[in-house]
């Protein structure tokens, strides 16, 4: 299983930036896909994530800024950050969660490499 991320960057603040994660390799039927990040001295927090009705779930500090979305075939995930400020500064992870329900992602199954993003 691979999750492969693409799309970080430098960018201003109030700029916006879109994060793309490609999944392969999988066979189970059922997986959730979202984001986390993690700040320099920081412990990694999550972002955003589907569920596995594709229903978007969005931590508090980026609801109403950062959307998910999903292509058809359910195999790659986007992440449009707007409005980013200093405080969105951090490496983004994608991840995976295996037999996922409702609700956010807890417990990653899968892990991207990561993509840096930095706001300033």
């Known amino acids: 299983v691979q999750l492969v991320e693409s799309g970080g960057g430098s960018v201003l603040v109030g700029g916006s930036l879109r994060l793309s994660c490609a999944a392969s390799?999988?066979?189970?039927?059922?997986?959730?896909m979202g984001w986390f990040r993690q700040a320099p001295e920081s412990e990694r927090e999550w972002v955003a994530s589907?569920?596995?009705?594709?229903?978007?779930e969005y931590a508090e500090s980026v609801r109403g800024r950062f959307s998910l979305s999903i292509n058809k075939a359910g195999h790659t995930i986007y992440l449009q950050m707007n409005s980013l400020t200093a405080e969105d500064t951090a490496m983004y992870y994608c991840?995976?969660?295996?037999?996922?329900?409702?609700?956010?992602?807890?417990?990653?199954?899968?892990w991207g490499q990561g993509t840096q993003v930095t706001v300033s």
């Open positions: 390799g999988y066979t189970y039927s059922s997986y959730c």
């Open positions: 589907f569920d596995n009705f594709r229903n978007a």
């Open positions: 991840a995976a969660e295996v037999g996922c329900g409702r609700g956010r992602i807890v417990s990653p199954d899968y």
